[in-house]
């Protein structure tokens, strides 16, 4: 990893300082803003059955939000991060159509933390995708799940607002990443893998990436996959003012960048994990029948999907009457995810 020096900025000298060679802390100052944080309130949600993925993803969120919003207070923070980067990593390997649908599927009461369980989700699959073995794997999903812990509140805040960033929000958002990495080691943490992938996450192949604005050489291969992971959830993920966007018109966003911010091979490896229509998307067939993907095949074009009601029937999708037409994107509410969690129960 090359130097990374703090920016030259009262507003980032105010809340951090340099210990060493790309070791970050945080400022009194700024300890004592994260020391004061107040954990939300969260509802407690009926996502059908209890061993249903959508349940076991929605207690793991559930355990995540005190890590994000009231990090200081927690025991053993460490040990509970890498607790529900293990669990979320037995669920995807029993039921990864399940758990890339929720990804599309699953409404937000918080988004920063709806967002690491996502961003860990994908970067599981394409971590097995690459053969990266289990300790890799592990420090990349702890990567994901708090590389946004420093502006958690803002996160959520931005989500919810439909007026672009304030000068103030602008400011938190292009240091978070020193922010997050000096807070995780507040925590404890100093797995250096770890650390890398949060500090450079949103640096970009131009160099025109923060904090540091690295240059393509640079930029960590893994920190360069984050990224990718980090941009594909924030795009299928819906805000209070706009839908999510469809998964094929996300995924043909990135690879239409490829060669100049991203790698098109990790491009590539995305759409052959997710597929081109993934679980979780609503489709429209040549019938005029609209259904919904529920498992990937070889045939990135088509996956088996299921009618709304028919959620344990099959139907593949390689041949008239069935071919798939086009994304559909439905309006789902929270009202709606214990019948949509039928399909992979």
């Known amino acids: 990893m090359p130097a990374l020096t703090?920016?030259?900025?009262?507003?980032?000298?105010?809340?951090?300082?340099?210990?060493?060679?790309?070791?970050?802390?945080?400022?009194?100052?700024?300890?004592?803003?994260?020391?004061?944080?107040?954990?939300?309130v969260s509802h407690q949600r009926d996502y059908g059955q209890a061993?249903?993925?959508?349940a076991v993803l929605s207690r793991l969120e559930g355990r995540l939000l005190p890590l994000l919003y009231t990090p200081l207070d927690c025991a053993a923070p460490n040990v509970?991060?890498?607790?529900?980067?293990?669990?979320?990593?037995?669920?995807?390997?029993?039921?990864?159509?399940?758990?890339?649908?929720?990804?599309?599927?699953?409404?937000?009461?918080?988004?920063?933390?709806?967002?690491?369980?996502?961003?860990?989700?994908?970067?599981?699959?394409?971590?097995?995708?690459?053969?990266?073995?289990?300790?890799?794997?592990?420090?990349?999903a702890c990567a994901a799940l708090t590389m946004n812990i420093g502006i958690a509140s803002t996160q959520d805040q931005m989500a919810r607002q439909a007026a672009p960033p304030t000068t103030a929000q602008q400011q938190l958002i292009k240091l978070h990443p020193l922010l997050s990495s000096a807070l995780i080691r507040e925590m404890g943490i100093t797995d250096p893998l770890w650390h890398e992938t949060v500090l450079m996450h949103h640096e970009q192949w131009n160099g025109s990436g923060y904090p540091f604005r690295l240059q393509q050489a640079d930029i960590a291969e893994y920190a360069h996959l984050?990224?990718?992971v980090d941009i594909t959830c924030s795009k299928l993920m819906p805000r209070s003012y706009r839908n999510p966007m469809p998964a094929q018109q996300a995924l043909s966003m990135l690879y239409q960048n490829q060669n100049q911010q991203i790698d098109p091979n990790l491009i590539t490896l995305l759409i052959r994990t997710l597929g081109i229509f993934p679980p979780g998307e609503f489709v429209e067939l040549d019938n005029g029948t609209i259904a919904i993907v529920v498992e990937r095949t070889d045939n990135l074009?088509?996956?088996?999907?299921?009618?709304?009601?028919?959620?344990?029937?099959?139907?593949?999708?390689?041949?008239?009457?069935?071919r798939i037409k086009r994304p559909t994107v439905p309006q789902i509410s929270a009202r709606h995810i214990h019948l949509l969690a039928r399909f992979w129960s």
Do not use: W
Request: charged fraction near 20%; proline fraction near 7%; aromatic fraction near 6%.
């Open 51 to 54: 061993d249903s993925a959508f």
């Open 6 to 40: 703090l920016p030259d900025s009262l507003f980032a000298r105010n809340r951090l300082c340099e210990d060493g060679e790309n070791i970050f802390r945080l400022s009194p100052r700024q300890r004592d803003e994260y020391a004061a944080l107040v954990l939300p």
């Open 80 to 140: 509970e991060l890498h607790a529900i980067a293990s669990e979320l990593e037995q669920l995807i390997d029993q039921q990864a159509d399940a758990c890339i649908a929720s990804i599309l599927l699953s409404p937000y009461e918080h988004y920063t933390p709806r967002h690491a369980i996502n961003a860990a989700t994908l970067i599981h699959l394409l971590g097995k995708a690459q053969a990266l073995d289990a300790n890799t794997r592990q420090s990349l």
């Open 301 to 322: 074009q088509a996956p088996r999907v299921a009618l709304p009601a028919q959620p344990k029937q099959r139907i593949q999708t390689d041949s008239t009457p069935y």
């Open 226 to 228: 984050m990224h990718i």
